[in-house]
Structures are given as C-alpha cells and as structure tokens.
C-alpha cells in the first residue's frame, strides 16, 4: 500500500497580488487576487469570471434572489503584473537582502512585494 505524500507548491500568485488574465472568457482583464486555492490550484480574483448563483430564501434574505460572485481561475491562465511598468510578466525567485527567497519581475529584475 502506498501513500501520497502531500507536498505543497509554491505558486507564482499570491492573495493581494495584481494579475491579468491571459486565456479564457475574460483573457486581457486585470484584478486584485482574493484568495488562493493552492490544492486546486485556482484563485478567486476580484470582479473577473463572474457567475450567477440563484439563492433560496433565508432568515438573513428572505427574499431570496440572484447573487453574481466570483468563480475560481486556474493558476495557469494568470499572470502577474509588474508593478514598474503595468504589464504581464513571468515571476522568479531569487534570495533577498535577509537569505529569505523574494519573487522578482524577470522583465525589469524588479523585486515584487508580498
């Protein structure tokens, strides 16, 4: 019997951070992350690849009703935007001032905080 070791990833976004979509529906769009889903690998970005979601009534809505929220974009269409220049750039890592690893722009080698 063998078991799954459940190693974590390091992903490229983070919450907080500011990413453009590059495929999908909403491909040219921008947002601030909400949130990451880092077993789905999928993150919730604010305002983009909304769904409508019909919600019964309940003591707090007793009217029940349509809700639009956001739904969940994978990992892979997302990329990050430079906070030099504005536009879409691919990450790396790189050991900061203190040894720790910071994320670093690969256009401009800027350092993206976060």
């Known amino acids: 019997m063998e078991r799954k070791m459940n190693k974590q990833t390091k992903l490229h976004i983070k919450t907080g951070d500011t990413v453009k979509v590059i495929a999908g529906d909403d491909k040219g769009k921008t947002g601030k992350v909400l949130s990451v889903d880092k ?10 690849n909304m769904i409508t979601k019909h919600v019964k009534p309940t003591a707090a809505k007793p009217q029940g009703g349509i809700d639009k929220k956001e739904a969940s974009i994978h990992i892979s269409n997302l990329m ?34 976060g």
């Open 39 to 48: 077993e789905k690998n999928r993150a919730y970005v604010e305002g983009l």
């Open 80 to 113: 990050l935007v430079d906070p030099k220049t504005g536009e879409a750039t691919k990450t790396g890592r790189k050991a900061g001032e203190n040894g720790k690893l910071v994320r670093y722009s690969k256009k401009t080698g800027e350092v993206i905080n």
